[in-house]
């Protein structure tokens, strides 16, 4: 019953084929987050569509999950932090077939299971509740250490990866250097923090705001193994899981590059679009855009 | 004289009795183990013990993500600081994604003493009775606290548990039932009844004592459970004395007092046309706090048996 990823190890096994199928579920997941923030009328359009890449590689090559149990005992886990960017995380659910793709837009409508910002008690499919920010890294070591010192006799333990996607300028909040030192201490190896370096925030560039370079020096010398790649580029993505995952006596961060407002031109590293919802023309104009690309 | 022990004490003792009877069951703690007296857990079970450092936000999410697979963490610090410094997380990642999660809030009210206002919490009750799924429990003496720390691990809610620095009379024994939820009838009275949580129910104790060489017969309600309260325990004293008094190591501003008051009001219990009932809180009253011994302070902010006396013998002149 697994799905996603089904071999452990450091080499790449997808099939240019496969990673082509990857970018569609993609392309599908931002059509369909435009669709969703449009009728809803609010939401974040520049983070959900700048991570659409890394949702379709998480639930079509690394998370193992369990399409008929959330709760299965052995999956991986994917933590969101970055909780206003959960139209991407909702659309790979329909994408990925766990959830229904009409009920996307039911995004943040009373009594919808697709709350404005994540709720697991509402959708078991998402790990945690989160919004606020600068959460996720703490929880996610939460899981991490528990699994790795206290499931340590259940064998399926030692496959089990605890993923959390965060913001960059979510950064700028003192709970996540908290986490960083506790992972590293616990040697946490089986935690994989992918953070959505983007660069903007509501106020403005996320180095104007507050500066987070150099940030791959700063989770060095925080004791974590740092990657950095485009995280618009599936291939990239699948890859470093995979090295990041081979890394078994540290924690792991990816810094992931992306396009924030990705595949939408007019918003594409625009910061004013991190926390607007695109109005009717808008969402029209920004459909065709996608929809003109076909993979 | 009565013995005396602090409820931190015998909540830690409660918690290695805990870990004995439940492989669950996890300790986290923020630079104070002995404070908030883990120390028993983590030399009985140091595999189970977590040391997070002084980050109190880090030690309550920290705590979420091992209950979202499967542990019953208790995470221990000073109240003043969790849940002081940590509310957010709690509410979001506790409370909202409803974990059954167990903050251990040590050192709450003004008899940790010497260190000052900072140190003495006195808004927690009020902090954490607003918060959904959220059980609240202040227990009444170290006896007491060792059979919360077993109810609370036995609990699938997120758990707020209040407990004092200083020693207090012990006024419970072992065969002294606890149920999460329950207040206790400790006296029986008719003048009046005097509501009462944590550590409060020993002073309380002692004024009906005092009271009844008054002619004052004083029913003594011990109210361990803050949220969700007792109705039924608590409305059947108040109709049968009329006459209210609460008493809390705590502001009276959305705390114990207030959680009563609003019980009663909405239960009709001090109707319009009965002018006659009387209620008062006692606690602190927007106020911080200050350094001194717990014995001062407790007389300066008016927690002391010689001031419930004097306010039951005001009411039913």
């Not at chain 1, 580029?233 to 990705?262: F, M």
């Not at chain 2, 499967?70 to 990642?93: H, V």
């Not at chain 2, 608590?234 to 705390?255: M, N, P, R, V, Y």
């Not at chain 2, 302070?297 to 419930?308: C, D, M, R, V």
Request: net charge negative; with cysteine; glycine share 8%.
């Amino acid at each position: 019953m697994t799905r996603g990823r089904t071999t452990l190890g450091t080499t790449v096994t997808s099939s240019p084929s496969q990673l082509g199928a990857i970018e569609r579920h993609a392309l599908c997941i931002r059509r369909n987050v435009i669709r969703m923030l449009a009728t809803a009328g609010s939401g974040h359009p520049a983070g959900s569509l700048g991570l659409a890449d890394v949702f379709a590689a998480m639930y079509f090559d690394i998370l193992k999950y369990n399409p008929t149990d959330p709760n299965d005992p052995t999956r991986d886990i994917l933590v969101l932090s970055a909780g206003h960017t959960v139209p991407a995380q909702y659309a790979a659910l329909a994408e990925a077939g766990l959830i229904p793709e009409e009920e996307l837009l039911t995004l943040g409508k009373f009594g919808s299971r697709l709350q404005g910002h994540p709720e697991r008690q509402r959708l078991p499919w998402l790990e945690t509740t989160s919004g606020p920010l600068g959460c996720g890294l703490s929880q996610a070591a939460g899981m991490a250490y528990a699994i790795k010192n206290w499931h340590s006799d259940d064998p399926a333990s030692k496959k089990r990866y605890i993923y959390v996607i965060t913001g960059d300028g979510e950064l700028d909040e003192g709970n996540n250097w908290e986490a960083l030192m506790f992972a590293a201490k616990n040697a946490l190896g089986n935690m994989i923090a992918i953070v959505d370096r983007n660069h903007i925030q509501i106020d403005g560039t996320t180095e104007d705001v507050m500066p987070l370079e150099p940030l791959d020096d700063k989770f060095r010398a925080f004791g974590w193994h740092v990657q950095q790649i485009d995280g618009n580029n599936v291939e990239s993505i699948i890859d470093a899981c995979a090295l990041a995952r081979a890394e078994t006596e540290r924690p792991s961060v990816i810094l992931a590059y992306t396009t924030p407002g990705k595949g939408v031109d007019f918003m594409e590293d625009d910061y004013k679009w991190h926390g607007k919802a695109p109005n009717a023309e808008e969402a029209k104009r920004a459909l065709r855009m996608l929809e003109a690309r076909d993979l | 004289m009565a013995e005396l022990d602090s409820t931190r004490a015998g909540f830690g003792r409660g918690l290695v009795a805990a870990g004995e009877k439940g492989k669950r069951v996890v300790a986290l703690a923020a630079d104070l183990v002995e404070s908030v007296q883990m120390h028993l857990f983590a030399e009985k079970f140091p595999e189970r013990f977590v040391e997070v450092g002084i980050a109190e936000q880090n030690l309550v999410t920290i705590a979420s993500g091992m209950a979202h697979v499967g542990f019953i963490p208790f995470a221990g610090s000073y109240a003043a600081f969790s849940p002081g410094r940590n509310w957010e997380q709690i509410r979001t990642t506790i409370a909202l994604n409803n974990q059954p999660v167990k903050i251990i809030g040590s050192h709450a009210g003004l008899n940790v003493g010497p260190d000052g206002a900072t140190h003495q919490m006195l808004e927690d009750i009020a902090l954490m009775r607003v918060m959904p799924n959220m059980v609240v429990i202040a227990p009444g003496d170290a006896i007491e606290a060792e059979k919360v720390a077993l109810a609370c691990a036995a609990d699938e809610r997120p758990n707020y548990i209040r407990l004092t620095r200083e020693k207090s009379p012990i006024f419970s024994d072992a065969d002294a039932p606890f149920e999460i939820g329950k207040a206790y009838v400790l006296r029986e009275g008719r003048d009046v009844s005097i509501f009462a949580t944590g550590t409060m129910t020993a002073l309380a104790l002692a004024a009906a004592e005092e009271l009844l060489s008054q002619n004052i017969s004083a029913e003594i309600i011990h109210v361990p459970t803050i949220k969700p309260l007792d109705a039924d325990t608590i409305l059947t004293s108040a109709q049968k004395t009329g006459h209210i008094i609460t008493i809390e190591e705590h502001q009276i501003a959305g705390g114990f007092g207030s959680a009563i008051a609003e019980l009663l009001i909405e239960n009709n219990t001090f109707a319009r046309n009965d002018p006659a009932k009387k209620f008062r809180r006692i606690g602190v009253d927007d106020q911080f706090g200050q350094s001194g011994t717990a014995a001062e302070l407790l007389e300066h902010y008016g927690l002391t048996t010689e001031n419930i006396i004097k306010i039951a013998t005001e009411l039913l002149k």
